[in-house]
C-alpha cells in the first residue's frame, strides 16, 4: 500500500523537484551585492543614495555603503541621490559580477553632481542682491531670492554661469566641477545731485559726462543719473558758469558734486565819472608773480561789460585799461565786486638809463623830484644804453634763455627799486630794447641777427665813430621769444608797464650802402608783409605782458604818428590793437623843414606837437592804444648851427600844454639821453 502510495506521488514529487531546479537555475547569486558611492568630483563618499535593482533597494550609510542580498546579474543598477546626476549601470557589463564568490560581490559607482548654488552681492557693500537671474543655459536659469541665493539642478560638469541684474555689470564664469559658487557684481549706476557751493541751489543743466559716450545732463532739480558706468572711470561734471570738476570714481553709486562758480560778470566804470570804461583786460591769476589762468578783453565796449571764465577759487583779479591805474582786488568767496571802478591816470614821467638805475643814491634823486613835481611815473632800461655793454640785461634775470646765453649781470637790485617805487606811488616802467641797441644779445646769437652782406657778420648802424647798434632779424622768433620771456618776468616783478622800443625795420639812414649791406632771413618783404610782422609781435606780446599783469605801450617814430612808416614797418593804426598806448617820439628838432608849415619846426614846440597829436589821435581813433608821446628835454647839437634852438622850461612846457590841449588822456614822457631833465618846466606837486 505504501509503495502505491509512493508511486502514486511521484509525478508531483518530480514536478516539484524540477521546479526546485528550475528556480535555482532563474534566480540571483547567493551573494549578497556590495558597493561604495562616492562623489566623482571629491572623491567621498555619497550618503543616503538611493540604490535599486529591479525592485531590490537599498540606501548607503554615511560611508556611503550598500547591500543588496537579492540581486539578479542580467539586471541594471540606478543609483539616485539628491544633488547628483541619476546613473544606471547593467551589470552583465560588469565583469567581475559574472562568478560572484563569497563572501559578497562589489560593485562601486560614482554620482556626478548637477547642482551649484551660491548667493550674489553687492561688490561694494556686500549686501545680498534680490532678483539677479543665475543662467547656465537657455532652458537652466533662476533668480536670487532675497538673501541672495540661487541653487540650480542640472548643470553639467563643464559650464558658464551668466549673473545680470538691473544696475549692475553682468558677471560670467566658467565652471568645472564645482558645485558652489557665490560672486559680486559691481554696481554700473550712479547718481546724485549738483548744487551751487555758495548757495546750495541747484544746477541744473550741467553736462555731467563719463568717457565719450555716456552722459546725461541734470534736471531742474540738479539731479542726474548715469547707468552703465565702466569701473576706474572718471567723472566730469561742466556747467556753464561753474569751474569744472574732474573726480575718479572709485566704489560709487552715489556722487553728489557742489560747482564753485568760476565766472564772473561785471562791468569796468571810471571811478570820478561813473562812465563805462570802453578799452580794458580784466585777469585772474593765483598771485601777483603768476600769468593769468583767466583773461578776458574788451574793446570798444559801450558799457564796459565782461564776463571772466575760468575764475580761479583765491587769487587775485586785475583790471587794465589804458589812462586807468590797474586795479588789483583780492580774491575771496562773495567779495568781489560786479562793478569795478578805476581811477585815472595820466602818466608824467622822466626816463633813466639802467647805469643810472644802478647808482640807488642816484636814482632817489630822481624819485626825490618825482615826489616834488607833478610827475608821477619813471621808466627804466632793463638794458644797458652804454656803448660798451649796449644791450647786456642789468638785473639778475632768471629768465632761461638769458641765463643760457649769459646776457644778464647782477647790475641793478630791481626788487629794492621797485619796493622803493611803489612804497612812494611812483608808476614804473620797464623799457626794452627789441631788434636794435642790443649788441649782446646779437653776439651772443649772430644768427639771429640781420646780416651784413657786404662786411660780414650781424648788420649794425654806425651812426658815429666808435658807435656800433646791431641789429636783430625782426623776422626771427627767437628775438621774439627772448625779449618776450623778459618783459613777462619784469612785469611779474612789479613793473607796472613794459615800454617796447625799437619794435622796426631798419631806418637804412647812417650809410649809402647799408640797403646794400642789409639781408633778413625774408628778404624782399613787402610793406603790407613788414606792418604785419610788427603787428603779430605785438599781438603775442600783449597778451602775454597783460596776462602777467602790466601795461604794454611801443615807441614809434614821431613821422609814424603823422602817416605809416612802411621802410620801418611802423603802423599806428594797426600797432594800437595790440598795445595800451602808442608812444611817438615826436621831438620837434627831429621833424623836417616844412613840417607843420614851418621851416625850422624846433623853433616851434607847442605847434609841432599839436599836430603830432591831431595826426596820431586820428589815427588811433577806434583803437585799443592811447596815444602818450615822448616829448623833448634836450637839445639837438647835431644840425648846422643856425637850426640849433635851445630847449628850456618854455619849450619843454609848450609841448606838455600841447599835449593836454590836444584831449588825450594818455599823459607824456620826457626824453632826454643824459638824463638831465629841466624839472622847472614842471608844476610842483
Not at 289 to 308: K, Y
Not at 377 to 396: E, F, N, P, Q
Not at 523 to 536: G, L, M, S, V
Request: proline share 6%.
Amino acid at each position: 500500500m505504501a509503495i502505491v502510495t509512493l508511486l502514486r506521488r511521484a509525478p508531483f514529487i518530480c514536478t516539484v523537484v524540477a521546479l526546485i531546479f528550475l528556480l535555482a537555475a532563474c534566480g540571483g547569486p547567493d551573494v549578497p551585492l556590495n558597493g561604495t558611492v562616492l562623489d566623482a568630483y571629491t572623491g567621498k563618499p555619497v550618503t543616503a543614495a538611493k540604490v535599486n535593482i529591479a525592485g531590490a533597494q537599498a540606501v548607503t550609510d554615511t560611508g556611503g555603503k550598500y547591500q543588496l542580498t537579492s540581486w539578479r546579474q542580467d539586471g541594471t543598477l540606478e543609483i539616485a541621490a539628491d544633488g547628483y546626476e541619476p546613473v544606471k549601470i547593467a551589470l552583465a557589463g560588469q565583469p567581475q559580477l559574472a562568478k560572484p564568490t563569497p563572501p559578497a560581490a562589489t560593485l562601486d559607482a560614482k554620482l556626478r553632481p548637477n547642482t551649484v548654488s551660491g548667493a550674489i552681492t553687492d561688490a561694494y557693500t556686500g549686501q545680498p542682491i534680490a532678483g539677479a537671474l543665475v543662467k547656465a543655459s537657455d532652458t537652466l536659469s533662476m533668480t536670487t531670492a532675497t538673501d541672495g541665493s540661487y541653487r540650480l539642478v542640472g548643470v553639467p560638469e563643464q559650464f558658464s554661469l551668466t549673473v545680470s541684474a538691473k544696475n549692475y555689470d553682468t558677471a560670467t564664469q566658467s565652471l568645472q566641477q564645482q558645485v558652489s559658487f557665490s560672486g559680486q557684481l559691481r554696481p554700473n549706476v550712479l547718481a546724485g545731485k549738483v548744487t551751487d557751493r555758495y548757495t546750495g541751489q541747484p544746477v541744473a543743466g550741467a553736462k555731467v559726462k563719463v568717457g565719450d559716450n555716456l552722459n546725461v545732463t541734470t534736471g531742474a532739480d540738479g539731479s542726474y543719473q548715469l547707468e552703465g558706468v565702466p569701473a576706474g572711470a572718471t567723472i566730469e561734471i561742466d556747467a556753464d558758469g561753474y569751474a569744472a570738476l574732474t573726480q575718479p570714481l572709485e566704489k560709487n553709486t552715489t556722487l553728489d558734486a557742489i560747482l564753485r562758480p568760476d565766472v564772473l560778470k561785471g562791468k569796468v566804470l571810471n571811478a570820478k565819472t561813473g562812465a563805462p570804461i570802453a578799452n580794458a583786460t580784466i585777469i585772474a591769476s593765483p598771485n601777483l608773480e603768476s600769468d593769468a589762468v583767466a583773461m578776458q578783453r574788451i574793446d570798444n565796449s559801450t558799457d564796459g561789460a565782461f564776463t571772466l571764465d575760468g575764475m580761479p577759487e583765491q587769487g587775485f583779479l586785475q583790471v587794465l585799461a589804458p589812462g586807468y591805474r590797474k586795479a588789483v582786488i583780492e580774491l575771496k568767496p562773495g567779495s568781489v565786486p560786479t562793478e569795478i571802478k578805476l581811477e585815472p591816470f595820466y602818466t608824467k614821467s622822466i626816463y633813466v638809463t639802467a647805469a643810472v638805475a644802478s647808482n640807488t643814491e642816484l636814482l632817489m634823486k630822481y624819485f626825490d623830484q618825482v615826489d616834488k613835481t607833478e610827475l608821477n611815473a619813471i621808466v627804466i632800461d632793463l638794458k644797458s644804453d652804454l656803448r660798451d655793454d649796449l644791450g647786456l640785461i642789468y638785473y639778475d634775470s632768471q629768465v632761461p634763455i638769458v641765463k643760457e646765453l649769459k646776457t644778464a649781470r647782477p647790475i641793478m637790485d630791481l626788487k629794492a627799486i621797485l619796493a622803493e617805487a611803489k612804497k612812494r606811488g611812483i608808476y614804473t616802467i620797464a623799457r626794452v630794447h627789441i631788434f636794435s641797441h642790443d649788441n649782446v644779445l646779437a653776439d651772443a646769437k649772430p644768427e639771429w641777427g640781420a646780416q651784413d652782406t657786404k662786411n660780414g657778420g650781424v648788420f649794425a648802424d654806425y651812426p658815429g665813430p666808435g658807435i656800433r647798434y646791431a641789429w636783430l632779424d625782426p623776422w626771427n622768433k627767437n628775438v621774439w621769444d627772448y625779449n618776450i620771456q623778459l618783459s613777462v618776468e619784469a612785469a611779474h616783478m612789479g613793473f607796472d608797464e613794459i615800454n617796447y622800443d625799437y619794435i622796426r625795420f631798419p631806418s637804412l639812414e647812417f650809410a649809402a650802402d647799408d640797403k646794400d649791406r642789409l639781408k633778413l632771413s625774408k628778404p624782399n618783404a613787402t610793406d603790407e608783409e613788414k606792418f604785419q610782422n610788427i603787428a603779430e609781435m605785438l599781438t603775442q606780446s600783449q597778451q602775454a605782458i597783460n596776462a602777467a599783469g602790466a601795461y604794454l605801450s611801443v615807441d614809434v617814430f614821431g613821422v609814424a604818428a603823422w602817416q605809416p612808416a612802411p621802410l620801418i614797418g611802423q603802423d599806428i593804426q594797426r600797432m594800437g590793437l595790440h598795445a595800451d598806448y602808442v608812444c611817438p617820439m615826436i621831438y620837434p628838432s627831429h621833424f623836417w623843414a616844412g613840417a607843420a608849415g614851418f621851416d625850422l619846426p624846433a623853433a616851434h614846440p607847442y605847434e609841432v606837437i599839436a599836430e603830432s597829436m591831431r595826426l596820431g589821435q586820428e589815427q588811433l581813433k577806434g583803437k585799443r592804444a592811447l596815444m602818450r608821446p615822448w616829448l623833448q628835454d634836450f637839445t639837438l647839437t647835431w644840425v648846422p648851427k643856425d637850426q640849433i634852438v635851445e630847449y628850456g622850461p618854455t619849450e619843454v612846457r609848450a609841448q606838455i600844454k600841447a599835449v593836454e590841449d590836444s584831449g588825450s588822456t594818455g599823459g607824456w614822457l620826457l626824453y632826454d639821453s643824459a638824463n638831465d631833465y629841466t624839472y622847472s618846466a614842471l608844476k610842483p606837486k
